[in-house]
């Protein structure tokens, strides 16, 4: 163990802890039992926060840990995760300022309550909710693996046989985050976040530019890993993979972009960042900047053929057991002194525990605002709410634990790409239905079943990295290799498309749908905001 | 049907900005186009570097689309809001 490198991540830990806690002392809650207090932060974010709590999504240890370990491992195709990072601006600029003026002029804070006020059905909102819940244990899974990773790096735990021992990163990180949570709520992370993305850009831009100069330039790094790339896998009898995509890989690598940048915005989380902000067009100013996280991604995706050219990293990769999640840790090890490489690995530990708290609070706030209100108890006071949202980020908590103990961590990447499936299988109830409720609500939830059944199937079925199962997810559809988030959502589509008119033939009853046209202009007013006077639907 | 721009654009607007989003789109996903390594920019290759430029494009191609959009907040059921007046 690097005493400096430790102790510098133990502090800045303890610092920015401080600082979350000192300020909600500083801007004291009202009543810290409630709900909005715990949950959001107050809801008094501004655009600045909202900045920041947006891209936050984006930079997790997904972007930290698994891309730059794909592209370790793999080399062209784990870039997919740059394109998706770009590809999703567009689209979020075309349907979120929708989305946000129908949340503000009915008063929605997550995405299930959308759901079920525009088709009167409770059975809508429950699939939306539990969906939500299922896709972020997954993600939360991931930022757990990133912190062990670390935590292995520096020589926590070990490879110790004794299933304990070796799992013990893995129990730390799930402790401290839960303490965490518990505490402190959405307040704390949500000032954190300025602390993490200060020390994740520090990081980034000196490793850009230092590691290369280190390494004989990008020529050198590029040549090493494609001469690697080339060399053929025994495991598997073909190449480990190239620097350019190959034609085969060229849907897998779009479907893998769309589908993920589809996804991105049904996660509770992203959701709760979506209806933080204070006007309709802030969104709008807000997506032409926060493609700044999409270019630190796409330079972060590199760290992955810079390890792949430092042999030392190599050799501690195979060390650990050909994990190449260990690959950035470990090259911040071998290039920095180890002042920087402890804050590194700050950035990163902190720039995964920050998430995955907004993460499993976000869930939270969705189970008790349509499970536990809706069908429980619709009268519970604030400090009932508050109680159940708290237990239920554990819950989260211990669910996500579950999914990074049972699922190989060689590509921590598929554990986002899991979650993505069935998140995605929302986007008909969501997105389509921001524009259209030409769907029948009861056709819409039997082809997110549809959708659900055939992707968790498709995903059981794929080996990879290993194991039998949950291996990988893209899967052979019609001759190309995609992924199986979009082809479960062609299935939803297709089941909703052709049971709506039947549904109707035969006059099920379709609900109520409590939104007007002009709710999905609205901006934020003093007054009250559903008094439009145009309609436009 | 309720439109993605709110009422009262011009239609050579919403033309630009629907032309201007899914190229954006189109871009990023056209990947038989972008994989290749040549032509290198430094010792870049292709695929990497297009990918790279790509963003601040799609960043500068989001902030038009947004400029185009705020420009006139011309329709009655905004400016009766008042929250598209007021900066």
């Known amino acids: 163990m690097n005493p400096v490198a430790f102790t510098i991540l133990v502090v800045s830990f303890l610092v920015v802890t401080m600082i979350g806690f000192a300020a909600a002392r500083w801007r004291p809650a009202e009543d810290p039992m409630h709900l909005n207090e715990w949950g959001l932060g107050g809801r008094g974010f501004g655009t600045f926060v909202s900045w920041f709590l947006l891209g936050g999504d984006l930079y997790t240890a997904y972007t930290f840990i698994a891309v730059p370990a794909l592209v370790y491992a793999v080399g062209a195709a784990g870039f997919y995760a740059l394109s998706y990072t770009i590809v999703v601006w567009p689209i979020v600029f075309i349907f979120a300022p929708r989305l946000w003026s129908a949340a503000r002029a009915r008063g929605y804070v997550t995405l299930a309550e959308f759901a079920r006020g525009r088709y009167g059905s409770q059975g809508l909102g429950l699939a939306v909710a539990l969906t939500g819940i299922l896709a972020t244990m997954p993600y939360i899974a991931l930022q757990l693996v990133g912190i062990e990773s670390v935590l292995t790096v520096m020589g926590v735990g070990g490879t110790s046989g004794n299933a304990f021992v070796r799992d013990l990163p893995l129990i730390i990180a799930f402790i401290v985050l839960a303490v965490y949570t518990y505490l402190a709520g959405l307040r704390a992370p949500a000032l954190i976040a300025f602390v993490k993305d200060a020390l994740i850009y520090l990081t980034v831009i000196v490793a850009i530019i230092y590691i290369p100069t280190r390494l004989g330039g990008w020529g050198h790094i590029f040549g090493t890993a494609s001469a690697h790339l080339k060399t053929v896998n025994p495991a598997t009898g073909k190449p480990f993979g190239s620097l350019i995509v190959a034609p085969s890989g060229e849907w897998a690598y779009a479907t893998l972009a769309l589908g993920s940048a589809l996804a991105l915005f049904m996660y509770p989380h992203a959701a709760t960042g979506v209806f933080a902000a204070r006007k309709r067009n802030v969104i709008r100013r807000n997506v032409a900047m926060l493609p700044a996280y999409s270019l630190m991604l796409g330079l972060i995706a590199l760290f992955g053929y810079m390890a792949r050219a430092t042999p030392a990293v190599n050799a501690g990769v195979k060390a650990g057991g050909g994990n190449s999640q260990l690959s950035v840790p470990l090259l911040f090890e071998h290039m920095f002194p180890s002042w920087f490489a402890g804050i590194g690995y700050s950035a990163i530990v902190i720039g995964a525990l920050v998430p995955a708290a907004i993460m499993s609070i976000a869930a939270a706030n969705l189970f008790t605002r349509s499970i536990y209100n809706e069908f429980f108890n619709p009268d519970a006071t604030p400090a009932q709410e508050t109680r159940v949202a708290r237990l239920a980020s554990l819950v989260m908590k211990v669910g996500a634990l579950g999914f990074a103990l049972e699922l190989n961590k060689t590509f921590s990447i598929n554990l986002q790409l899991l979650g993505g499936i069935w998140i995605l299988q929302t986007f008909p109830a969501i997105v389509i239905s921001l524009y259209t409720t030409w769907f029948h609500r009861f056709a819409l939830i039997t082809g997110w079943a549809s959708g659900m059944v055939y992707g968790t199937i498709e995903a059981y079925r794929t080996p990879g990295g290993g194991q039998a199962h949950f291996g990988a997810s893209t899967a052979p559809v019609f001759g190309h290799i995609a992924y199986i988030a979009i082809a479960a959502l062609a299935v939803n589509l297709v089941v909703a498309f052709v049971l709506t008119p039947i549904f109707r033939a035969i006059r099920l009853p379709n609900g109520y749908d409590e939104t007007r046209g002009a709710h999905y202009y609205a901006d934020s007013v003093d007054g009250p905001a559903a008094t439009a006077g145009t309609r436009g639907a | ?87």
Do not use: E, N
Not at chain 2, 31 to 38: C, E, G, I, L
Not at chain 2, 54 to 72: D, E, G, T, Y
């Open chain 2, 1 to 87: 049907m309720a439109h993605s721009a709110p009422a009262g654009k011009s239609p050579v607007k919403r033309v630009a900005i629907t032309f201007l989003l899914l190229a954006a789109i189109g871009g990023t996903l056209s990947v038989p186009f972008y994989a290749r390594s040549m032509p290198k920019l430094g010792d870049f290759p292709f695929f990497y570097w297009y990918q790279l430029i790509l963003v601040p494009v799609v960043a500068i191609v989001c902030w038009l689309c947004s400029v185009l959009l705020r420009s006139k907040p011309t329709s009655d059921a905004r400016s009766r809001h008042g929250g598209g007046l007021r900066k």
